[in-house]
Nanobody
Framework: QVQLVESGGGLVQAGGSLRLSCAAT????????MGWFRQAPGKEREFVAR????????YYADSVKGRFTISGDNAKNMVDLEMNSLKPEDTAVYYC????????????WGQGTQVNVSS
């Protein structure tokens, strides 16, 4: 069973930066895309960013566009999220996700890493 392991969460002041990382435990696992979602207290999980390996296309939620950058290594099944100019509303549990080649759906999820942005 493939697992996704996130790291890099923590506490930062507004305007600061954090970098999240995610790696699949099975490096031979073939993914179609990897991405990040987040869930704030009392809210539903929402999409943040994703990258499709074929072509390297990245896509962002409007709320993070221009502040967050997704990057990764397809061969290693690793994806990072560089978060700059953080705002208190970015506070959430951030989840890494991956889709396999067959379904192209978000089939795999990490346990989540907490990001807290203080004002």
């Amino acid at each position: 069973q493939v697992q996704l392991v996130e790291s890099g969460g923590g506490l930062v002041q507004a305007g600061g930066s954090l970098r999240l990382s995610c790696a699949a435990t099975d490096r031979t696992f073939s993914t179609y895309k990897m991405g990040w979602f987040r869930q704030a207290p009392g809210k539903e999980r929402e999409f943040v960013a994703r990258i499709i390996w074929s072509g390297g296309e990245a896509y962002y939620a409007d709320s993070v566009k221009g502040r967050f950058t997704i990057s990764g290594d397809n061969a290693k099944n690793m994806v990072d999220l560089e978060m700059n100019s953080l705002k208190p509303e970015d506070t959430a549990v951030y989840y890494c996700a991956a889709a396999n080649l067959r379904t192209r759906s978000w089939n795999y999820w990490g346990q989540g890493t907490q990001v807290n942005v203080s004002s």
